[in-house]
């Protein structure tokens, strides 16, 4: 069975960095990008960006460039989302999810998400 | 970018109903569409791709359709389990946009 495994809950403070996980299990994710969704409280979807652990290729929304960074290690098949310095308006649930093979490119699976809390 | 809009934003009906819920892009994407539901409190769930192709699993009553611009979800019959946000995904060109989301609630 195929499985996306996400961090665990994060409370930080405005200005304090942050790196969360996602770690695929249950076949072969060594050919499959990994993408990032944000999803702010009470909001809808929004589309961050993707890596191919492969050769960690990163391709990013224009909104969250220079924003976020986005890494993976294929070895142990795990992406990561980093910041250097959190704002409240970070605040949300963050989803992984991997991206089917091309020409459908859409994403197939998805992890339990990362809720990430950032408050003075 | 290219901008992907829902419609309805939410809706109300009965079970047993069918249900139909848009999406219009910005330009044309080819048929590379998604369609996604988000139960409360749960992670997204892929349902269709390719605009019509129904993902292993999903039931029947799930369909999609389309083309250009323009793309259809349709629930031929609500169960109470359909209760979610769903929406839709472009994936033909970089950032793949999501729409804004449609509610479906149980009357």
């Known amino acids: 069975e195929v499985q996306l495994v996400q961090s665990g809950a994060e409370v930080k403070k405005p200005g304090e960095s942050l790196k969360i996980s996602c770690t695929g299990s249950?076949?072969?994710?060594?050919?499959?990008?990994f993408g990032w969704v944000r999803q702010m409280p009470g909001k809808g979807l929004e589309w961050m960006g993707i890596?191919?652990?492969?050769?960690?290729?990163?391709r990013y929304s224009p909104s969250f460039q220079g924003q976020v960074t986005i890494s993976a290690d294929k070895s142990i098949t795990t992406a990561y989302l980093q910041w250097s310095s959190l704002k409240a308006s970070d605040t949300a649930i963050y989803y992984c999810?991997?991206?089917?093979?091309?020409?459908?490119?859409?994403?197939?699976?998805w992890g339990q998400g990362t809720l990430v809390t950032v408050s003075s | 970018d290219i901008q992907m809009t829902q419609s309805p934003s939410s809706l109300s009906t009965s079970v047993g109903d069918r249900v139909t819920i848009t999406c219009r892009a910005s330009?044309?994407?080819?048929?590379?569409l998604a369609w996604y539901q988000q139960e409360p409190g749960k992670a997204p769930k892929l349902l269709l791709y390719?605009?019509?192709r129904l993902e292993s699993g999903v039931p029947s009553r799930f369909s999609g359709s389309g083309s250009g611009t323009d793309y259809t979800l349709t629930i031929s019959s609500l169960q109470p389990e359909d209760v979610a946000t769903y929406y839709c995904q472009q994936y033909y060109s970089t950032p793949r946009t999501f729409g804004q989301g449609t509610k479906v609630e149980i009357k």
């Open positions: 999810a991997t991206q089917a093979t091309a020409p459908a490119e859409h994403f197939q699976h």
């Open positions: 390719d605009a019509s």
């Open positions: 330009q044309g994407i080819s048929n590379s």
């Open positions: 890596i191919y652990p492969g050769d960690t290729d990163a």
């Open positions: 249950g076949n072969s994710f060594a050919n499959h990008w």
